[in-house]
Nanobody
């Protein structure tokens, strides 16, 4: 069973929006801090946004005010709403689930987001 399944990437124009989803198994989700990372070609992977089990969020400076992370504990799903997209947001976005005590760490398969100017 794949622990994390992502969806929602695609090709959009600058200024448009996308919503990414990451569904996890219940046994993982309830114990995990969830995060979205991205990696653009030739660059290191970076944290975009994270959310704790209690709903505390943090964001990269480059996306503050434009992206919103949320989690639906009933659906075992974390979302990333991407608004006002810019070409520099183009990357593979990956979902991450990290045990709140650091016991395990899972990654999704990644979803491509491409923003044209």
């Amino acid at each position: 069973q794949v622990p994390l399944v992502e969806s929602g990437g695609g090709l959009v124009q600058a200024g448009e929006s996308l919503r990414l989803s990451c569904a996890a198994s219940g046994s993982i989700f309830s114990s995990a801090t969830m995060g979205w990372y991205r990696q653009a070609p030739g660059k290191q992977r970076e944290l975009v946004a994270g959310i704790t089990r209690g709903g505390i969020t943090n964001y990269a400076d480059s996306v503050k005010g434009r992206f919103t992370i949320s989690r639906d504990n009933a659906k075992n799903t974390v979302y990333l709403q991407l608004n006002s997209l810019k070409p520099e947001d183009t990357a593979v976005y990956s979902c991450n689930a990290r045990h709140y005590l650091g016991l395990w760490n899972y990654w999704g398969q990644g979803t491509q987001v491409t923003v044209s100017s």
